[in-house]
């Protein structure tokens, strides 16, 4: 069964394409029941950056032209349109493909952590998928996924792939963390609710953050992000107000000067914060006026020592490229050896078969001539025949074993099925040969 992967990630397809290429949980099974109706395995991995079907084919299936459909659907748009913003890998390039997505090869921010998990989701889900053909995840994807896992772990533990803050959002719950130490139970401000100031919330409240206070200068736009993660919107004018409830700042609003200046921390804070108040400033221009670092027990930190720490980190990780994609390469060649072996099973049981076929008929044919013989030599016979076979036939076993590990064995297999007439039917007299000579 071929394997293959279709898909669209930030790599091929702009956001807005993305967002509406992605699969919902609910949506997951209903897509993978449609990939697995003429007896493909299917998984399905769907996340912010990138959907993508997994398959495991078998011969003859449209698979990938259905897959391809399945997500072109998705942008009102027929395949042939929406092909430029797709990819397909197939056998081993599928495998080192799912192999380096896995180990965070293939993501926008070099080795993030994240999406370990989001495969395990993805094969988690697909494993409790079963259609008319039984479950939609078979014998091949489940080896391909778990060699993915241990690949992934392998790289995150081997290497410094995944170490440091690499995007600003992380770089600033790093900032926090060398305050605070842990983030657990702390208080934060948001200042703007755009997408940057939702990210790096995202990220401090994964670290522990009790609450968030947000304000915005559109009232229900603050009471959006609000409610999704679980805080408390104010108005913009109130803000001020909240920085003495508050350990952490988050300053990302599209104000064309300062918001948060030295008199209106002073006027909020009049002795100073009690402890220490941590304030990431990562709008452009500037939320914050400089001058507000000077202040007692204040850290404030601005995009540009963000992106310092991203851009460090970033180049560490770089240098650990050679060593995770050497893991990579030994994992893809160790899963195509046992998978290549999978295709030469069913030829070494025709071989066999036939073996086996020829020994019989020829057995009969003698045993009628050597009717006078005694059972027991009639089964000595046997025994001396079925030995010949298995001897002549243990070499040729072997060898094809060995050319599906070295990656030779289609044209092996070729060869043997050939030689020995194994995708012909035997003729009656049990010569197997249905040809001329």
Not at 36 to 65: H, I
Not at 195 to 204: A, G, I, Q, Y
Not at 229 to 240: K, Y
């Amino acid at each position: 069964m071929p394997l293959a992967v279709v898909g669209a990630s930030h790599r091929t397809a702009p956001i807005e394409h993305r967002e509406r290429f992605a699969l919902g949980r609910a949506e997951v099974p209903g897509a993978l029941l449609g990939l697995a109706e003429d007896g493909s395995e299917a998984v399905v991995l769907s996340t912010c950056n990138r959907t993508e079907v997994y398959l495991s084919l078998p011969d003859g299936s449209d698979g990938v032209e259905h897959a391809r459909a399945l997500l072109a659907a998705r942008i009102g748009q027929d395949p042939a349109q929406a092909a430029r913003y797709f990819y397909v890998h197939r056998d081993r390039q599928a495998a080192e493909h799912l192999f380096r997505v896995s180990s965070g090869l293939d993501s926008m921010i070099l080795g993030e952590p994240q999406i370990q998990g989001q495969v395990k989701e993805a094969y988690a889900a697909a494993r409790e998928v079963a259609g008319e053909n039984g479950p939609v995840v078979g014998q091949a994807l489940h080896r391909l996924f778990q060699t993915a896992f241990s690949i992934g772990g392998r790289v995150r533990s081997e290497t410094g792939l995944g170490v440091g803050a690499a995007s600003v959002s992380s770089a600033a719950v790093d900032l926090a963390k060398k305050i605070f130490g842990s983030l657990k139970g702390r208080r934060a401000l948001v200042l703007g609710a755009g997408e940057m100031s939702e990210v790096t919330l995202e990220c401090l409240r994964a670290e522990g953050v009790r609450t968030a206070i947000v304000a915005n200068r559109t009232y229900d736009r603050a009471r959006e992000l609000a409610e999704r993660w679980g805080g408390e919107a104010i108005h913009w004018e109130d803000f001020a107000g909240a920085l003495p409830q508050v350990d952490i700042v988050i300053c990302s609003t599209a104000a064309p000067h300062p918001v948060l200046t030295v008199e209106r921390l002073r006027g909020a804070l009049p002795h100073g914060p009690r402890q220490p108040l941590c304030i990431i400033d990562i709008a452009i221009p500037r939320d914050v006026e400089p001058a507000v670092a000077d202040q007692p027990n204040v850290f404030l930190y601005n995009i540009d020592d963000l992106q310092q720490m991203v851009d460090d980190n970033l180049g560490r990780r770089r240098a650990q490229l050679p060593q995770a994609e050497s893991i990579v390469a030994r994992g893809v060649e160790d899963f195509w050896a046992w998978y290549a072996s999978l295709a030469v099973v069913p030829t070494i049981r025709a071989l066999r078969d036939r073996g086996e076929e020829l020994r019989r008929a020829e057995m009969e044919r003698a045993l009628r001539q050597l009717s006078h013989l005694s059972p027991e030599d009639q089964l000595a016979i046997d025994a001396l025949t079925r030995s010949l076979v298995n001897k002549v036939l243990h070499a040729p076993t072997a060898r094809l074993r060995d050319a599906a590990g070295n990656g030779r064995g289609t044209g092996v297999l070729d060869t043997v099925r050939y030689l020995f007439a194994l995708d012909r039917e035997p003729r009656a007299d049990g010569s197997g040969e249905g040809g001329d000579g």
